[in-house]
């Protein structure tokens, strides 16, 4: 039998950007204020957590038109250069890009009962210069972000109403972009929904450790409705069409070899392939039962809701990848925080400059085991370093680092297709200088292209292609085999 040799001819490789962290105009055109757009940017430069949203913070946000403060409002302002950016993204060469909706910008407030037609002429245009450029849209609907009404209505996710609210936004979508888009993602690292705000749109500051994990839990059993009726929408619009899931894939390995450390990793394993478990197979995983038992939380479903998941199972899987964890028997971080980036250090790996763990052989063991475990396709639709780049003086960016960190990762996704993944394509994250997600900051860059805008928004906005440009060009043109 055949060993492939390499990456499949259709391969999509391209690069992936949010609408909250590229496209600004925030309040113009009839767009209403998102979840994301309250979000402070950070002090700090470690690890990934979101700054916190609390009641206070919220009021003040609201009163404060600050692009500074919130620099999720102004993005890298794709909103007004979208035309040159997909353009250069074109000059690469990419067969793919993925961005997500602003759903505030279809729904400013989220309960109205028309949409916004300048928020979706906008995307007509965005995608009519993609397919100018034979480019392949891949659209995520709800990327950490919904419409701040929704969160002052319903508290977000916390509560049922806000399933109908996004099956009337995918409904739109699907009909008005049908035959256009041919991939849909449903929510961005859906697993975000139990860290917190932005993955829920709702407040929970001052809950005890437990109800805070009972609240997040529920809301995230509401996107998994939600994610399935926007499946079976998709298929019945559509059916040409495909729709994945969308998961922040920690790789977790145990600290030693003791069983008991095995044993840990393997259940911060579970708690991250619980997300798949459940939008690929089409229901709750048995472990998580004693997950939920042990921790207080109690899960309320509706008639109908296991139906739901049972018919709407996603057509792919897709993920995220950035690093690896360790884990051990020592500390019970699981019962806390739920799964993110709260491992120890790896003394095999090296760091980057805000401390995730580069880690290039994790992804093919990532690979085969999501592949051992699902059997549907899969696609890499985020991956990358964030790092700061010097612009010189003759306007040249030599980012050998990036080039390095997406070598070694292309590598081994080269290595998975020869033991038998299912591989659909590769978005790296941040093929243009955007705002970050976890700080928002301007200065962590994974882009191709530079953006001449500081932490504070000044800069001409001036994009500029950076030495990984022209080898990123290479590597597709070559679809993978000059590295
Ligand atoms: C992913 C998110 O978790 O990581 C992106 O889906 C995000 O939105 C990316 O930008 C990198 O994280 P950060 O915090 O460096 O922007």
């Given at each position: 039998k055949n060993v492939p040799s390499s990456f499949p001819k259709n391969f999509l490789?391209?690069?992936?950007?949010?609408?909250?962290?590229?496209?600004?105009?925030?309040?113009?055109?009839?767009?209403?204020?998102?979840?994301?757009?309250?979000?402070?940017?950070?002090?700090?430069?470690?690890?990934?957590?979101?700054?916190?949203?609390?009641?206070?913070?919220?009021?003040?946000?609201?009163?404060?038109?600050?692009?500074?403060?919130?620099?999720?409002?102004?993005?890298?302002?794709?909103?007004h250069h979208y035309e040159e950016d997909i353009r250069l993204f074109a000059e690469m060469g990419f067969k793919a890009y993925r961005l997500s909706i602003a759903w505030a910008r279809i729904f400013p407030n989220g309960d109205e009962n028309e949409p916004n037609?300048?928020?979706?002429?906008?995307?007509?245009?965005?995608?009519?210069?993609?397919?100018?450029?034979?480019?392949?849209?891949?659209?995520?609907?709800?990327?950490?972000?919904?419409?701040?009404?929704?969160?002052?209505?319903?508290?977000?996710?916390?509560?049922?109403?806000?399933?109908?609210?996004?099956?009337?936004?995918?409904?739109?979508?699907?009909?008005?972009?049908?035959?256009?888009?041919?991939?849909?993602?449903?929510f961005n690292e859906i697993n975000a929904a139990v860290w917190g705000f932005s993955g829920t749109g709702?407040?929970?500051?001052?809950?005890?450790?437990?109800?805070?994990?009972?609240?997040?839990?529920?809301?995230?059993?509401?996107?998994?409705?939600?994610?399935?009726?926007?499946?079976?929408?998709c298929h019945e619009i559509d059916p040409e069409a495909k729709i994945g899931s969308m998961l922040a894939r920690m790789q977790t390995y145990p600290k030693t070899p003791a069983p008991s450390d095995v044993r840990?990793?393997?259940?911060?394993?579970?708690?991250?392939?619980?997300?798949?478990?459940?939008?690929?197979?089409?229901?709750?995983?048995?472990?998580?039962?004693?997950?939920?038992?042990?921790?207080g939380i109690e899960l309320e479903f509706v008639t109908g809701d296991e139906e739901t998941l049972k018919q709407g199972k996603v057509d792919f899987l897709s993920f995220s990848y950035y690093m690896s964890t360790v884990t051990s028997d020592d500390e019970d971080i699981t019962k806390v925080t739920g799964n993110f980036a709260l491992g120890e250090a790896n003394p095999y790996l090296e760091s980057s400059e805000w401390g995730w763990q580069i880690d290039p052989i994790g992804l093919r063991i990532t690979l085969n085991e999501l592949w051992d475990r699902y059997q549907v396709p899969?696609?890499?639709?985020?991956?990358?370093?964030?790092?700061i780049d010097e612009l010189t003086a003759d306007k040249k960016i030599?980012?050998?680092?990036?080039?390095?960190?997406?070598?070694?990762?292309?590598?081994?996704?080269?290595?998975?297709?020869?033991d038998g993944v299912e591989l659909m394509g590769y978005t790296s994250w941040g093929p243009i200088d955007l705002i970050s997600a976890s700080t928002s900051e301007m200065s962590k860059r994974y882009g191709f292209i530079y953006v001449d805008q500081d932490d504070e928004g000044n800069g001409s906005l001036e994009r500029i292609r950076k030495d990984s440009f022209y080898w990123f060009k290479e590597v597709i043109a070559s679809n993978g085999e000059k590295l």
């Open positions: 490789w391209g690069g992936a950007t949010a609408a909250n962290q590229v496209e600004g105009a925030w309040n113009i055109d009839g767009k209403g204020i998102s979840t994301a757009e309250v979000v402070k940017r950070a002090t700090s430069r470690k690890n990934f957590t979101f700054n916190e949203v609390t009641k206070k913070s919220l009021e003040e946000a609201i009163e404060d038109t600050s692009t500074i403060t919130y620099p999720k409002r102004r993005g890298i302002d794709f909103y037609e300048k928020g979706l002429v906008f995307y007509d245009h965005v995608f009519e210069v993609c397919k100018k450029y034979g480019i392949e849209p891949v659209v995520t609907i709800s990327h950490y972000e919904m419409p701040l009404g929704l969160t002052l209505k319903s508290n977000g996710w916390e509560t049922r109403e806000t399933i109908d609210e996004f099956t009337k936004l995918t409904k739109v979508l699907f009909e008005r972009y049908k035959g256009q888009v041919k991939y849909w993602l449903t709702a407040l929970d500051e001052g809950l005890p450790v437990a109800q805070k994990m009972q609240l997040r839990y529920q809301a995230l059993h509401h996107q998994f409705i939600a994610s399935a009726l926007a499946v079976l929408q840990a990793a393997q259940l911060q394993d579970q708690l991250n392939l619980f997300f798949t478990d459940v939008q690929v197979r089409g229901e709750y995983p048995r472990y998580m039962n004693r997950y939920f038992h042990d921790n899969l696609f890499i639709v985020e991956n990358g370093l964030g790092a030599h980012d050998d680092y990036r080039i390095d960190y997406l070598r070694k990762h292309i590598v081994e996704m080269k290595e998975a297709i020869k």
